[in-house]
C-alpha cells in the first residue's frame, strides 16, 4: 500500500485537477513468458472525511525477460515468506577496535511474498553479551534482536552482514551454544515456507587464526 497527497497539499477547487506518476517497486524475478495481475485499487480521500471519494481498479502487465507483452500468464505471488540463513561466523574482533566480538551472517530469501524486513534473533546469549549494532548499521540495537540491513529483499537475494556483539561477562560463556533464527516481518502474518532452514548455531568464540 502506498499514498501521497496533492501537490503542495492543495485544495482543490470545484472542476479543478491534478496528475501524479506513482512508482511501483515489484519484488518478483523477471520470466521468459510476460505475466498479467489484477485486483489494485487507486482511492482517493478528502482530509474532511475518513471514507473514500472516489475510487478505480487497475491491472498491470509485466514484460517477459525478451520485453514481450504478448499472450501473458497470470501472475500468482507466494502467499508465504521464505527466508533462510545460509551460513554464520566465523566470531572475530570488531577491527574498529570497540572491543566487540563480530559475528558474519548470510541469509537470503527464495520466495516473493511480500514483506517489510528480515530479523535475525540470537538465543540464549550469555551474560554481559547483547547486539549492539549490525554492520552495516541500521540504527543501535541494544538487545539479542536486530533488523537485517537493508529491508526488503528480492527472490533469491543473498545479504552478508555482521552482528556487533559486546563479549560475556566470563570468558569461559564464549562457548555456549546460541541459536541464530532469521524471521520475516510481514502482513498479514504467516508461518515460513521452510522453517528447517531458519536457523543456525554458534559461539562467541573468537576463530584461531593460529
Known sequence: MSNCSSPDYARLDPGESFRVTLDFHVLTDPRSYPMSMGGGWIEVYSV?????????????????????????????????????????????????????????????????????????????????????????????VGSDLALVPGLRMMPGEVRRFGLLISPPNDPADAQNVITLEVTTSWYPSAADADPSDNTAQTTLAVADNG
Open 48 to 140: 474532511e472525511q475518513d471514507e473514500p471519494v472516489a475510487s478505480r481498479s487497475f491491472g498491470a502487465l509485466f514484460r517477459s525477460t525478451t520485453g514481450s507483452l504478448i499472450r501473458p500468464r497470470p501472475y500468482v505471488q507466494d502467499t508465504q515468506p521464505d527466508a533462510a540463513i545460509e551460513s554464520v561466523g566465523p566470531v572475530t574482533l570488531d577491527p574498529e577496535g570497540s572491543g566487540m566480538l563480530l559475528l558474519p551472517v548470510t541469509v537470503s530469501y527464495r520466495g516473493d511474498a511480500p514483506h517489510t524486513s528480515l530479523y535475525i534473533k540470537a538465543s540464549p546469549l550469555p551474560a554481559g553479551s547483547l547486539i549492539y549494532y549490525t554492520v552495516p548499521a541500521d540504527g543501535p
